[in-house]
């Protein structure tokens, strides 16, 4: 199997639900990446290393190896590449009985919603 084909997989399973995936892919990635340091230039990894750590920024182990693989690739700008922004909103809520916490997210989707509806009255978003 050829490098790229190695990233390739990796980067696909990278979109795994389980965090014990995510850690053990991200390790495979950081192997490969100690044996050919900054031979990666692949916009699509780039894009999902940003998505990941965002979305994993809660688990420090996660983020430490997401941190790891981004300084071997050369924490390259991602303008210098095709990066796509990955746009999946992610609530993270660490006490689910905490009132303040679930008021917090209560007023975040409230506001999100009034501005979605806002937006879509101003530009008539229904014609599309």
Do not use: H
């Not at 495979?28 to 031979?39: E, G, M, R, T």
């Not at 230039?41 to 979305?55: A, D, E, I």
């Not at 996660?62 to 991602?78: E, M, N, Q, T, Y």
């Not at 660490?94 to 007023?107: G, L, M, P, S, V």
Request: include cysteine.
């Amino acid at each position: 199997m050829t490098l790229q084909n190695k990233i390739a997989t990796i980067n696909q399973k990278l979109d795994s639900r389980d965090d014990i995936q995510i850690l053990s892919e991200l390790k495979k990635l950081n192997v490969i990446l100690c044996d050919n340091p900054a031979s990666i230039k692949s916009g699509l990894l780039v894009s999902k290393l940003l998505y990941l750590v965002q979305k994993y920024a809660f688990n420090k182990e996660i983020s430490r190896l997401i941190g790891v693989c981004s300084g071997k690739i050369g924490a390259i700008d991602p303008s210098l590449l095709d990066v796509k922004t990955i746009d999946d909103d992610v609530f993270v809520m660490k006490k689910i009985a905490d009132k303040n916490e679930n008021w917090a997210f209560i007023r975040r989707l409230i506001t999100d919603v009034t501005v979605t509806f806002q937006l879509q009255k101003k530009f008539d978003l229904n014609q599309f």
